[in-house]
């Protein structure tokens, strides 16, 4: 990990304009992201955002890091091979709905399973935004857009029941309508040693506006806002009066008054045994119920970089560095005079 | 052949087949050389029979070239004519080019081998063939009426039939092995008759047989016994009148190993990465025939070398294309399916700029096409096979062992030049050997790595900046590592300007995509003109590219010694050309192209160069042979 520094926020914004539509979440996330940094004592210099293509994508030209945009759900697989032969460096992925989990949905739960050290944001607005609103991946049957007239057939993702189903090691979801808390998400997933996906639902104002209103407006936020905390029964509404059960692999809510505090299901994001974690991001698959925030799982396992370069030293340590003679004289080799 | 390492010409073999007249010292005639074809069913080890053979050979220090050539099922239906694997070897006492013409030895397995190959084999050529793979069940599956050992059908040939599997069972008995898994070094045996009809030394085979099965002590003993077997069946059986040896080759003096084309390939890349001085790492999606690279590298962690099994092919270039990024040399290795599909990525690559080593290993196509036969039909893809204006440079290598060498361009031009570059071989190329008399490591080309480490530029008011793609006098632009101080920047797909952030205006995008062609053109000052082999006086030149290097050089030899004059040329370098090659095209009346794909260089000479190329092509999964080159370029002077 990068040696840590003292920076404002100042030192992470380019000099680049930024230029998402007026009141897009995506500004409060930007702007999220560099207040973590500063907090996490991260140098610009060591940090390197990379990113697809779509709204979203567009993030690293906004950052004062490095960065790559590179080209449209291959985010994931660019910077999996930064990330195993620099290991020094901070590395981020940023992408949209459409490009982490259709064009790139390989490449995602591909680094999941590996448990690459990578940070991933995934700007979910349900939404296909730069191409001018067609239905992606993550939106609701029945959705009527440009290319669903008679409304969208196709069934969408549960994006944290997908990616536990990678075998996430880290995986948490935000919103963009509370800084605090997604600034305290980036900060838990950039410490987290291997593979980390934030969810983070954000508005699309001028294609899907309103998308989540039901559960991050300021008002419904109480009612239908589940925090998850470690450690703690999982509990919500006002006074705390709603719980969760899961049984048999299913979350229920429930009434505290009715069954007790007791009886509430309580949060162990380290569980080894993720069905816990996917039984909550079932609790709600449109953002029109209850819907838990925080950190699902937060669980260690190897993380790949770290096993290729042991490898590679147990390699040295077996058989010496390399020299490249000795193995041009590998195979059976004969003497001509 | 023999490749040396400064490629010079190579010297044309004889091309008497037999001189069993003169005697040396023993009593068995000597041969110039043989081509000896081992045929079976996918199960019967074949490939190991003729692999075994030739190391042998090589040991005793024949020159020597192989051509295997296996189904593309794993398991192919037992004893069909699709199930039949063949290895053939040619083994000569002088340098030659290729696997051969026809095979003048003929081993079948089973009835579907000889029914496959037959035809393949000179006239009065000798088999040898497994008597007692000739069953109903057998003949019938492989189309056979009658028996071919009963009839009269191969009365024009030398048939040695012996028992193997009964005798190798036989051999095994009093060894405590199951018959069944007895029957299954019937490959030993026929390698232990082949070995003595042509006098191989049998201590390699002793040797490899042991190292190999080290822990399987009733394999290693049936394997020895199978082999004793059948060297004492071909001893007793009064084969004397058809044994021969082909003596050592007068090979330049030094060392020499017998390399196939894939791991000469991987041994280059880590070479260019000793010459560069920064590790290398490999992002790969198994394909045939190129996987033999990932497997190759991965036994070399100590080198550096990271290996990484990406979940696709679009993974496996983007992964290469990161590390490239972060400061390594970004490999991806690949045939033509998994190309198509890298063409996004690479397309990246040209726009950021970063070095990339692309590495084809062709086959047939299109689609699935032949994955286990070779073909040089990539070259269009390579070129061009990327949306937009996406120059890049292309090289090919031509032998098993000048793979190593083409690999340690490719990273010189990657690394120096800071581009994307696409490396062909081929199956052939991949899975052939030859000898190599390997090259001193003082003698490689340094290759020379700059990392930007601070402002490259001063801007109107006379401060430091930095602008990542200012080039310079190549039209290179700096490689700048992330986590360099001072140095952050963003780059990207979109069109940019010298400061690597977007771009809209016209005029930029109009300078930079001229520039990048450029940059690449201008390439070509670092190649070495060209200097055409043969005759300097010629009207005719027979230009090549790829793994046809041997048979054309074996063919334009015939041709010359027949009285005719002509010159051959052979590229490494196709995208740019080397420096003089237009001039030097337009001074030949006829230029003649073999190629194994439609006509796709000849095409190629056409559009750049106004030349009335003559193409020569072959699609049909198999290497020119000397004999039909020989053919059809004296057609195509004549016509
Ligand atoms: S289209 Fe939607 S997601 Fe894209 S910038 Fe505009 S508001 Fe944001």
């Known amino acids: 990990m990068p040696e840590t520094a003292t920076t404002t926020r100042k030192d992470w914004v380019s000099d680049q304009e930024v230029r998402w539509c007026p009141g897009c979440g995506d500004y409060g996330i930007l702007l999220a992201v560099q207040m973590a940094m500063t907090e996490l004592g991260n140098k610009p210099d060591d940090t390197v955002f990379i990113s697809g293509i779509g709204c979203a994508a567009r993030f690293p030209y906004y950052m004062n890091t490095y960065g790559i945009h590179s080209i449209h759900g291959r985010a994931p697989a660019i910077a999996s091979g930064l990330a195993l032969t620099r290991p020094d460096l901070d590395v981020w992925v940023v992408g949209g709905d459409g490009d982490i989990l259709s064009i790139g949905g390989n490449h995602l739960i591909h680094a999941i399973r590996r448990n690459i050290n990578l940070t991933i944001l995934l700007f979910n607005n349900r939404i296909y935004g730069l191409t001018k609103g067609q239905y992606s991946p993550t939106s609701e049957e029945g959705k009527i857009t440009k290319s669903s007239p008679m409304g969208s057939i196709d069934h969408p993702f549960n994006p944290i029941s997908l990616i536990l189903g990678a075998d996430a090691t880290f995986v948490a979801r935000t919103h963009d309508m509370d800084r605090k808390h997604m600034i305290e998400m980036f900060k838990r997933a950039h410490d987290h040693k291997g593979t980390a996906v934030v969810e983070i639902f954000q508005n699309c104002n001028v294609f899907n506006n309103g998308a989540y209103g039901q559960i991050t407006s300021k008002g419904a936020r109480e009612e239908m806002i589940i925090d998850l905390h470690d450690g703690q029964p999982i509990r919500f509404g006002a006074e705390g009066r709603h719980g969760v059960i899961v049984e048999h692999g299913v979350a229920k809510v429930v009434e505290v008054a009715d069954v007790g505090v007791g009886a509430l299901t309580v949060h162990h994001h380290d569980n080894p045994d993720p069905s816990v974690a996917f039984a909550l991001s079932r609790l709600a698959s449109n953002p029109d119920a209850p819907t838990p925030m925080g950190v699902f799982r937060d669980f260690e396992r190897s993380e790949y970089g770290s096993v290729l370069n042991a490898q590679i030293a147990q390699a040295i340590a077996d058989k010496g560095p390399g020299d490249l003679d000795t193995l041009l004289h590998g195979l059976p080799t004969w003497e001509i005079d | ?639």
């Open chain 2, 1 to 639: 052949m023999v490749i040396r390492s400064n490629d010079a010409e190579y010297v044309e073999g004889k091309e008497t087949v037999v001189t069993d007249t003169e005697e040396r010292t023993s009593e068995i005639p000597e041969v110039e050389r043989i081509i000896v074809r081992f045929a079976g069913d996918s199960g019967d080890g074949m490939q190991l029979t003729g692999d075994r053979f030739t190391a042998a050979s090589a040991l005793f220090g024949n020159d020597l070239a192989t051509l295997p050539e296996y189904p593309a099922e794993i398991r192919a239906p037992a004893g069909t004519l699709a199930g039949v694997s063949a290895f053939q070897v040619h083994i000569a006492d002088h340098d030659i080019n290729t696997p051969g013409d026809s095979p003048g030895v003929l081993v079948a397995m089973n009835p579907a081998a000889l029914k496959a190959d037959l035809p393949k084999v000179v006239e009065h050529g000798t088999l040898i063939i497994n008597s007692d793979a000739f069953d109903e069940r057998n003949l019938h599956k492989a189309g056979y009426e009658s028996n071919p050992l009963e009839d009269d059908s191969l009365a024009g040939y030398q048939v040695i039939s012996a028992p193997m599997t009964s005798l190798t069972k036989e051999a095994c008995k009093d060894l405590g092995v199951k018959p069944r898994d007895a029957e299954r070094s019937k490959n030993f045996f026929a390698l232990g008759m082949v070995s003595w009809l042509y006098s191989r030394p049998t201590r390699p085979t002793h040797d490899w047989i042991e190292e190999k099965f080290k822990g399987k002590d009733l394999v290693i003993a049936a394997n020895l016994a199978a082999f004793k077997a059948g060297d004492v069946y071909a001893e007793n059986a009064d084969l004397w009148a058809s044994r021969r040896i082909v003596r050592p080759a007068h090979l330049a003096p030094g060392t020499y190993t017998n390399i196939n084309g894939n791991t000469a390939l991987s041994w280059g890349l880590i070479a260019g990465s000793r010459q560069a001085g920064i590790p290398l790492f490999l992002g790969s999606y198994p394909i045939t025939p190129a996987s033999d690279i990932l497997h190759e590298l991965a036994k070399h962690r100590n080198f550096g070398v990271r290996t990484f099994q990406a979940e696709d092919e679009i993974a496996a270039v983007g992964s290469a294309l990161g590390a490239s990024y972060g400061g390594h040399i970004g490999v991806t290795t690949t045939s033509g399916p998994g190309l198509a599909l890298k063409s996004e990525t690479i397309g990246l690559a040209v726009s950021l700029e970063l070095p990339l080593v692309i590495v084809d290993v062709q086959r047939g196509g299109p689609s699935t096409g032949l994955p286990t036969k070779t073909e040089a039909s990539d070259l269009m893809i390579a070129l061009y096979g990327r949306h937009g204006e996406a120059p890049l440079p292309v090289i090919s290598s031509s032998t098993p062992a000048d793979c190593f060498f083409a690999a340690i361009e490719a990273v010189r031009i990657a690394v120096e030049y800071r581009t994307p570059v696409i490396l062909l071989s081929d199956g052939y190329l991949g899975n052939g050997t030859e000898p190599w008399r390997l090259p001193s490591i003082n003698d490689l080309p340094e290759i020379k790595v700059n990392y930007l480490t601070g402002p490259n530029h001063v801007d109107a008011e006379g401060a430091d900046e930095f602008l990542p793609y200012l080039r310079d006098e190549t039209l290179t632009r700096p490689w700048i590592l992330p986590g360099t101080p001072g140095l952050a920047h963003r780059i990207g797909g979109i069109e940019k300007d010298e400061t690597g952030n977007i771009s809209y205006v016209p005029a930029n995008h109009e300078h930079m995509v001229r520039t990048r062609a450029e940059h690449i053109a201008r390439i070509a000052d670092s190649i070495p003109p060209i200097v055409p082999a043969g005759d300097a006086d010629a009207d005719v030149v027979v230009l090549g590219w790829g793994s046809t290097r041997g048979a054309i050089t074996a063919a334009v030899g015939r041709i010359r010694k027949k009285g005719r004059k002509l010159a051959r040329i052979h590229l490494r370098h196709i995208n740019p050309f080397p420096p003089n090659f237009g001039d030097l095209l337009r001074g030949y009346e006829t230029v003649i192209v073999p190629e194994m794909n439609m006509g796709q260089l000849a095409h190629e000479i056409r559009a750049d160069f106004l030349v009335d190329a003559r193409s020569i092509t072959k699609i049909m999964g198999q290497p020119f042979t000397p004999a039909e080159l020989v053919e059809r370029i004296e057609e195509t002077i004549d016509a």
